[in-house]
């Protein structure tokens, strides 16, 4: 049974709390695993998760503020530590190579596995297409080079019973019409669109430390599953738009007019205390979807399908 769901190691902004640590977050898709925005403390949130080096296929990086990056080290020290077995790719931006390399080479260690570096550059691009999903970035708005990331799962195709019998389809002979598009029955042949229906592909965006901008609407599309900053209250507003940061009525916003049906929050400011003002602020915006308010060591499943419109 293939399993989707986000692990939430970190939701502390610029500086970590009792009770919040510093970013970190792993996309479980299916076999594959990756991580986004490894801050301080995320091999240690690793393993008070259950989440192991072996987990992981890609580390994506927002950008290189400490509070997104400083894990990188011991991470990426762990993987060759345990000998992943398999390639490591790491997405960043390309203006912050040096960042990366230093973070990467900040103690001595014995190298064992292949990470990848694939910096991410320009408005955004496609940085990668498997038979699981198509991994995106696309610029952000904030003080640093910031990216934010998107995959989407290809679309499917859902078998109707009620055509399928009115053809006299059953058995081998469906499989057969997967695998090949049609078949010939009772003297006719039946194409694979008559007798189903597109399943949209599911969608996953992350998106950390902005300002509105298009990038933000872009990211948010349709998704099933987004996971982004909510550093501020609306009341300051100014404050975020100064900092390069987004309020949770903004988020809810942004999440409402997208067609988001999963908003998690994430990435408080320590000013705050009582996550439930987040919520009060996203609801009284219009977000009407599933809320969820972050919390560390939190899993959030990616919503089913089902009820997903297409």
Do not use: K
């Amino acid at each position: 049974m293939s399993v989707r769901e986000l692990i939430v190691l970190g939701t502390a902004s610029q500086v970590p709390t009792r009770h919040r640590n510093h970013n970190g977050y792993v996309l479980r898709w299916d076999g594959q695993g990756i991580l986004f925005d490894p801050g301080e403390g995320t091999q240690r949130q690793m393993l008070r998760a259950g989440v192991a080096a072996h987990d992981l296929h890609r580390i994506c990086v927002t950008h290189f503020h400490g509070d997104h990056s400083l894990g990188l080290a011991g991470v990426i020290q762990r993987i060759n530590l345990d000998r992943v077995p398999h390639p490591i790719t790491a997405h960043y931006p390309a203006s912050g190579q040096r960042f990366f390399e230093r973070l990467r080479y900040a103690t001595a260690y014995r190298e064992t596995v292949d990470i990848a570096q694939e910096p991410v550059r320009g408005p955004g691009a496609t940085l990668a297409v498997t038979p699981a999903y198509t991994l995106a970035a696309r610029r952000l708005s904030h003080p640093v080079e910031s990216y934010g990331y998107r995959l989407v799962e290809p679309d499917g195709r859902r078998m109707l019973p009620d055509r399928l019998a009115a053809h006299g389809l059953a058995g081998p002979l469906i499989g057969r019409l997967q695998r090949e598009g049609a078949v010939r029955v009772a003297g006719r042949t039946v194409a694979l669109e008559e007798v189903s229906e597109v399943r949209r592909g599911q969608r996953f965006a992350f998106v950390m430390d902005t300002r509105l901008c298009d990038g933000v609407y872009a990211l948010a599309e349709g998704c099933d599953q987004l996971v982004i900053e909510s550093t501020f209250l609306d009341e300051d507003e100014t404050l975020a738009r100064e900092h390069g940061h987004l309020t949770a009525g903004q988020v809810a916003r942004v999440a409402a007019e997208a067609g988001v049906r999963q908003l998690v929050l994430t990435h408080f400011s320590q000013r705050y205390g009582d996550p439930v003002e987040f919520e009060r602020q996203a609801r009284a915006a219009g977000f009407a979807g599933e809320l969820v308010v972050a919390s560390d060591l939190m899993r959030v499943a990616v919503p089913s399908r089902a009820g997903a419109g297409g």
